[in-house]
């Protein structure tokens, strides 16, 4: 079973650029389709962007062209690449892993323990 570590998260301004970055222990890490979602406070868990195992890459609407999800197998990372943060993006960001790179947090079933990203106004 892969565990997930998310890092590189902070408080920003509006406009900046972040990448987070998931660390997976385990050996089968390029069998895994891998997503990030986020949780605003008193919101749910939404999608953000996931990949596949050969890294087909899918994106909410809200962070399509602005985001930008890879992964290195090489060294069971993957990152989301974040540009041009608003206020909204403001959210807790989990790293997942799954069998399919579907928008469903039920179709993950490793998840990180989250990061906090802060984008003030």
């Known amino acids: 079973q892969v565990q997930l570590v998310e890092s590189g998260g902070g408080l920003v301004q509006a406009g900046d650029s972040l990448r987070l970055a998931c660390a997976a222990s385990?050996?089968?890490?390029?069998?895994?389709?891998l997503a990030w979602f986020r949780q605003a406070p008193g919101k749910g868990r939404d999608f953000v962007a996931s990949?596949?195992?050969?890294?087909?890459?899918y994106y909410s609407g809200s962070v399509q062209g602005r985001f930008s999800i890879s992964r290195d197998n090489a060294k069971n990372m993957v990152y989301l690449q974040m540009r041009s943060l608003k206020p909204d993006d403001t959210a807790i960001y989990y790293c997942?892993?799954?069998?399919?790179?579907?928008?469903?947090?039920?179709?993950?079933?490793?998840w990180g323990q989250g990061t906090q990203v802060t984008v003030s106004a």
């Open positions: 997942a892993a799954g069998t399919t790179a579907t928008r469903r947090p039920d179709d993950y079933n490793r």
């Open positions: 385990g050996r089968t890490f390029s069998n895994y389709a």
């Open positions: 990949i596949s195992q050969n890294s087909a890459a």
